[in-house]
Structures are given as structure tokens and as C-alpha cells.
């Protein structure tokens, strides 16, 4: 993780700073003794990535430790920075329209929102195109592109370091076949991925929430430590306001209550202050594109329907209390 170096101002805490100081000694300690050769020793000047290891294992060193032990390791297993510059999911566009997401433009405090509508899925179609491990690499390239391109980006915007992913995910339309053993195994791969990217997650809203996401919730909560399911907040159909509290209506898409309407539709078209204009326009097949129409267009006209299995809470507060 390259990090800006203004970060650790952000760092004032005493029991931070004493963490931050045996969390070093040992790493240096395991360093000098070569046991663990894989430990990049640059990571000793990095406060601002220290830091993040710390505060996910609740400032024990001992935890910390273990955590980045294994993160450089698995660094090192599937060789990271090939996956960022060389991996290319080849069904990527056929897992945008059964799983439409993309990153969306920036919250009111200047972190980048990602967006995942759940209902389209089609279990027949996804387990034909990609494995746990696609998906895993996939997510990894799309988180370290993040990491490596957009916070840097939002950080020079607000002018404070930016690190952190903002995700809005609908669960409008979902069936039963979510709860999946065989779906379980995707989730589980991709839960894997916070114990090498702590604090990724700076909130995330869950609307259209309803009896089958609970269900889902519940079976997959296991997966997701406590401190980022308290990140999560959790809607019925009247997510609006919520999404407003955190999202400026220019930069949330009409069908989910704002304003921006991409021409690509909005949950296609990358757009943020990453978006190049340069870039070289990639190829898309006709047939993706269409189908890219289509389902804004059902996004948009509020076509995509709770199925009849599912109910979906309303609450006239909004958020909906999970049992944790
Ligand atoms: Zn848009």
C-alpha cells in the first residue's frame, strides 16, 4: 500500500502512538532476524499503513503482527502488483449485467462511492462465467486501483488524506438462490479480502433491504469482523434521506433518489475524478451494450421488482436495526 505521508497527523492518540512504536520494534525485530524475508522493510517507515493493521486488531501488536505476516505473504502468493497492472477478468462484462456495480463519483466528505445492484442475479449465468478465485482477483484489482489511483486523486481534492470505499448496495429483486452453499463460497472468498485490506471499507449503505437479505445477513455475518458490520447501515425501501445524509443528489443516481443520470448509465460509466479523458475507449460487444440500456432502463423506471418471496421493510426512520 503507497500511502501519502501526512497521515500520521491524523495519528494523536497516546495508546496509538505506544502501539505504533512495539508494533515497529517488532517488525524490525522479525526483519533483522530474516525469518519472515517476504516483509518488505519500507513498510517500517509507513506510518499511515501501520496504523490501519493496528486499529483493525484493536491496537494488540501481537494480532497486528500476524495480520501484516500474513498480508505480505499473500502479497507475495499472488503476486499483487502483476494482478493490478496485468489482470484482466475476461468475463468482466458479463458479470457487470449479472451483478451491474461500478465506482460512481465521491460522498459529501470525499470518498469514492462504489454501487453493486444485487437483483439481476442469475445463479446459472454467474457460475458459468467465474470461480471464488476470479472473483477474488477481480475485487483485488478493483480495490487496488482504488487504493492505488482513486484515493490519491481524493485525497489531492479535500486536501486530508483519503482512504477508504463508500458502498451503496441494493438488494431489490433478490431470490432465494442467493442463499447458495455454492454462492456462500463466493462471499467467503471475497470476506477473505478484509483481512489484507483493514479499514477499506469507510461506510456502506445496504437499501431495498428485506426478509431474504436478513436471512442472507444472518448466514454471512460470520464472515465480516464487528468492526466493519458496524460501518453498515441497513434500509428498507426508504433509504433516500439516508443516502443524502452522505451523498449530494448531483453525485447519487436519480433511481436512487439524486439526480445524475449518465448517459452510459450511471452504474457503467466509472465516472469520478479517476476517469481519464485520455483513455483508449475499450472495445464493448454490441450485445453488452444493449443489455447495459436495458437494465438502466429498468433501473431508472423502477422496473426491477421485490420478488414475491421477498418483503422488504419499510420504516418511517429509515434505518433498520439488525441483530448482531
Ligand atoms: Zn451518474
Sequence with gaps: MEISNDFHESIKDKKEIEALDKFKANLKEIINKKDKAFINPLILSDNDTLILFLRARKLNVKKATQMISDYFQWRENIKLDEIYLNYHFKEKHRLELIFPHGFHKLTKDGYPIYMQVMGHYKPEEFFKIATPEDI??????????????YFKICS???????????????????NSSIMSKKFYN????????????????????????????????AACKVLIDSKTRKK?????????????????KENLPKFFGGACECPEGCLFSNAGP????????????????????????????GKLQASPEDQIKDNEKGEIELDD
Design 232 to 248: 453498515i447501515k441497513v434500509y428498507g425501501t426508504k433509504y433516500q434521506q439516508g443516502l443524502l445524509e452522505k451523498i449530494d
Design 136 to 149: 477474488s482477483n477481480y475485487a483485488t484489482k478493483v480495490i487496488e486501483t482504488a487504493i492505488r489511483e
Design 186 to 217: 463466493y462471499v467467503k472468498a471475497i470476506a477473505k479480502l478484509q483481512d489484507y485490506y483493514p479499514e477499506i471499507l469507510s461506510g456502506c449503505c445496504v437499501i431495498n433491504s428485506g426478509l431474504l437479505f436478513r436471512t442472507f445477513y
Design 156 to 174: 489531492q481534492i479535500k486536501g486530508s488524506f483519503i482512504y477508504g470505499i463508500f458502498g451503496v448496495i441494493d438488494f431489490k429483486g433478490i
Design 274 to 301: 479517476w476517469k481519464k479523458s485520455d483513455e483508449v475507449k475499450e472495445k464493448i460487444p454490441e450485445d453488452i451494450l444493449k443489455r447495459r440500456q436495458e437494465i438502466t432502463h429498468i433501473m431508472n423506471t
